[in-house]
Nanobody, 129 residues
Framework: QTQVVESGGGSVEAGGSLRLACVVSGYRYDDYYWAWFRQTPGKEREGVAAVDPDGNTNYADSVKGRFTISKGDTKNTVYLQMNSLKPEDTAMYFC???????????????????????WGQGTQVTVSS
């Protein structure tokens, strides 16, 4: 059974940094599409950063220049380095992964939710002003 587990969330002051990690287990594919999403109560889940098997990355405009998505040394790990955090970055952060990715599954953006079959339970990030 495939499991996705996020870690690294916490509380920081504005301007601080956090590094989120995502590990997938029970995966049988050679490589994957990865994405980080975030959600606050009452709002839709929004895409933050994504990377494809070739290493191509994409970022939401709100995090460009501050967040970096990267793959780990092993194929089952991805990170999200978050710098210069702002109070508006406060959210539950979710890791998502899929062997085919959002476009091959019929989506038209990196942030198509149904483009990722495997999701973690989320890790909370809180940024205080």
């Amino acid at each position: 059974q495939t499991q996705v587990v996020e870690s690294g969330g916490g509380s920081v002051e504005a301007g601080g940094s956090l590094r989120l990690a995502c590990v997938v287990s029970g995966y049988r594919y050679d490589d994957y599409y990865w994405a980080w999403f975030r959600q606050t109560p009452g709002k839709e889940r929004e895409g933050v950063a994504a990377v494809d098997p070739d290493g191509n990355t994409n970022y939401a405009d709100s995090v460009k220049g501050r967040f970096t998505i990267s793959k780990g040394d092993t194929k089952n790990t991805v990170y999200l380095q978050m710098n210069s955090l702002k109070p508006e970055d406060t959210a539950m952060y979710f890791c998502a992964t899929d062997p085919w990715g959002p476009f091959r599954r019929g989506g038209d953006t990196w942030w198509t939710l149904f483009g990722y079959n495997y999701w973690g339970q989320g890790t909370q990030v809180t940024v205080s002003s």
